[in-house]
């Protein structure tokens, strides 16, 4: 049986959510029951979703076990990196302006724009024939 979470929060970017549970240990992260390494395959991915523990100086400080759903890849590394920020902030408020400065507490806003009819996609438009 797994140890109490000391904090679990939420992050979201795009269409993924993440939950993330950080638990005092080694450094170990598990997402969706898999192994840090085998869920998140690049080195970028791997470096967005702990730029909070680096900026922070607690690499090996906690365990992350998150889960998460929805969206690609690219936004399930920035939503585990928000939710993990702020469960920083739920442990040590005075991490709070160290993260805030580095972006890290701050909701990416942008999203998908809507298809409009008459068009391909949201701008694209079909091929124009001049006979």
Not at 54 to 63: F, S
Not at 103 to 116: N, V, Y
Request: net charge positive; proline share 5%.
């Amino acid at each position: 049986m797994a140890t109490k979470p000391l904090t679990q929060s939420t992050g979201r970017r795009k269409e993924a959510v993440a939950r993330a549970r950080l638990r005092p240990g080694n450094g170990t992260h598990t997402i969706n029951g898999k192994p840090f390494d085998a869920y998140f395959t690049t080195a970028m991915q791997r470096m967005v979703v702990t730029e909070a523990l680096r900026v922070t100086e607690a690499e090996t400080a906690y365990d992350i076990d998150a889960t998460m759903h929805g969206g690609g890849i690219s936004g399930q590394a920035g939503a585990l990196r928000m939710a993990v920020a702020r469960g920083l902030v739920e442990i040590n408020p005075d991490a709070r302006p160290t993260l805030k400065k580095a972006g890290l507490l701050t909701r990416d806003p942008r999203r998908k724009e809507s298809k409009k009819y008459g068009l391909k996609k949201a701008r694209k438009a079909p091929q124009y024939t001049k006979r």
